[in-house]
């Protein structure tokens, strides 16, 4: 190769090594040019949904107090009180707070928390374990504190997001968010039966959660965290903020709730049923126990005897079924509620009773329900009830 060509080559070189160097300072440019216009990776992190998240928790957790219950001993005199935690949520200025009576119920002394820290007693209005609910009232000065807005369960949707906010474990306020998975109709507890529709939600809860606001995207209380699902992951339950207003006038006025009960505890007939038995069946509550001493005992209403197991599902037959009261049909739990929503303590009603095939009509005055029994045993620290399973079963 002579002088002339290897000069050729090294210019054809340096040519290629000048035009690679200019695409890469290019592209550097290009990319220094986006980053310097595009978003930020602190301000990447605040969506709106973010920023609104933020605010409703900056607006509602000073809303939230921390409610400490000290049960006194039943065995030794000098024994230290046991205690609880819970939450709870101020809903005016002058001191109301709702939380759930499983927090509070039987205890000797409760106190509470506030946002700042203020300690305070406080003093118990009125509670009902049916729907899980409490009433406290602390003397603050009015409008010192700022409480939260109630808003309208009624028209909460499956998918809405939802946020917790409470005091896990009691350390210190926390938030949990999540959505609401569906809605159960009926749930048994220990204690008792949920009458009415309870939120079910994927946001975590944990014990010192319970008695605390379950809020909406708007700020506005839709529902009080109260239970969790035994053996499932992230599945909560919450009373609707509106089963809580409707109990409010008696548990302020009476300081508990003032129910109508007949007595009797069912499920309702299925069409698998009354095609599976050879009994005679109608559409109506299925009588499966009638309670000691109530009204439905004193006529002489029948509970079934027979114990089967329908496609795993436990039945009691051959008692009486309840197919309407004051000629309002119980066919559907929904029916049920709306019949039940209708009546009152020490009011005279008319049933249609189906027995051994025939119709009858019975006439009797309903009784106030009794208050559920206290717990034998407080714990230490807030459990939120294990709720077992959503089952079709009525207690009136």
């Not at 203020?118 to 504190?145: N, W």
């Not at 000629?327 to 049933?351: M, P």
Request: aromatic share 4%.
């Amino acid at each position: 190769m002579n002088r002339c060509d290897a000069m050729t080559g090294r210019a054809g070189s340096d040519m290629r090594r000048s035009a690679l160097i200019t695409m890469l300072s290019s592209i550097l440019s290009i990319v220094l040019f986006v980053l310097a216009c595009g978003p930020s990776p602190a301000s990447a992190l605040n969506t709106q949904e973010e920023i609104n998240t933020v605010r409703v928790y900056k607006k509602i957790s000073v809303a939230t107090v921390l409610i400490t219950s000290a049960y006194a001993s039943t065995h030794h005199v000098n024994q230290e009180m046991g205690k609880g935690i819970g939450s709870g949520v101020l809903i005016d200025d002058q001191g109301l707070i709702v939380t759930n009576a499983h927090v509070v119920q039987g205890a000797a002394k409760l106190t509470v928390m506030l946002h700042d820290g203020t300690r305070l007693p406080a003093q118990m209005i009125g509670s009902d374990m049916v729907y899980d609910v409490a009433l406290l009232r602390v003397a603050i000065p009015k409008g010192k504190y700022p409480h939260a807005q109630l808003g309208n369960s009624d028209k909460l949707e499956v998918g809405q997001k939802v946020i917790a906010i409470g005091h896990p474990f009691g350390l210190g306020y926390a938030m949990s968010t999540g959505i609401i998975s569906g809605f159960g109709k009926l749930l048994e507890t220990k204690q008792e039966v949920f009458q009415d529709r309870i939120i079910q939600t994927t946001t975590p809860i944990n014990p010192g959660n319970s008695g605390g606001p379950l809020v909406d995207s708007d700020d506005r209380v839709i529902g009080i965290n109260t239970a969790i699902l035994l053996g499932a992951q992230n599945i909560g339950f919450a009373i609707p903020i509106n089963t809580v207003k409707s109990v409010m006038a008696d548990l302020q006025t009476y300081g508990r709730v003032i129910r109508p009960w007949l007595g009797v505890k069912g499920k309702f007939v299925t069409e698998e049923l009354r095609t599976l038995i050879a009994l005679p069946m109608v559409d109506g509550l299925l009588v499966q126990d009638v309670e000691e001493g109530s009204p439905a005992a004193r006529i002489g209403l029948e509970a079934g005897e027979l114990d089967v197991a329908i496609e795993g599902e436990p039945w009691v037959l051959g008692g009486d079924i309840l197919v309407s009261i004051n000629g309002q049909d119980l066919r559907t739990i929904s029916h049920y509620t709306k019949t039940l929503q209708g009546l009152k303590a020490d009011q005279a009603v008319e049933l249609r009773v189906f027995r051994d095939g025939d119709y009858r009509t019975i006439n009797l005055t309903l009784g106030e329900r009794p208050m559920p029994p206290l717990p034998q045993q407080r714990p230490k620290t807030d459990v939120p009830p294990l709720i077992p399973q959503m089952l079709p079963y009525s207690q009136f």
